[in-house]
């Protein structure tokens, strides 16, 4: 199984960036992906999901209404769209597959596939 995070890069705040996340190896549809974020010296956090049912969930607090998730079943692919983009999105951004019940979606330890990590670079 593999996943490839791709798309990363500097924008300026307030700009846009759409990461994509590869995923071979599992049967993709039956998968919840999600992205994760860490920033230098914090903790990885949950950032955004798109359940194998097509349920999505946002980290409510810090990027709902200027993030979007989708995913291309046909093409194993995951995307997260970020628009209105701010400094403190600055950070390592991390898709994941797994198969956690609702209630632990966010949760980093319930994904057993992670991708390597696409840094994304906001300038203020």
């Known amino acids: 199984v593999q996943l490839q995070a791709s798309g990363g890069g500097l924008v300026q705040a307030g700009g846009s960036l759409r990461v994509s996340c590869a995923a071979s190896?599992?049967?993709?549809?039956?998968?919840?992906t999600s992205w994760f974020r860490q920033a230098p010296g914090k903790e990885r956090e949950f950032v955004a999901s798109?359940?194998?049912?097509?349920?999505?969930?946002f980290d409510g607090a810090s990027v709902q209404g200027r993030f979007a998730i989708s995913r291309d079943n046909a093409q194993n692919t995951v995307y997260l769209q970020m628009n209105s983009l701010k400094a403190e999105d600055t950070a390592v951004y991390y898709c994941?597959?797994?198969?956690?019940?609702?209630?632990?979606?966010?949760?980093?330890?319930?994904?057993?596939?992670w991708g390597q990590g696409t840094l994304v670079t906001v300038s203020s």
């Open positions: 798109i359940r194998w049912d097509g349920t999505t969930i």
């Open positions: 994941a597959a797994g198969r956690p019940i609702y209630s632990a979606t966010r949760q980093t330890d319930m994904y057993t596939y």
């Open positions: 190896g599992l049967t993709f549809r039956s998968y919840t």
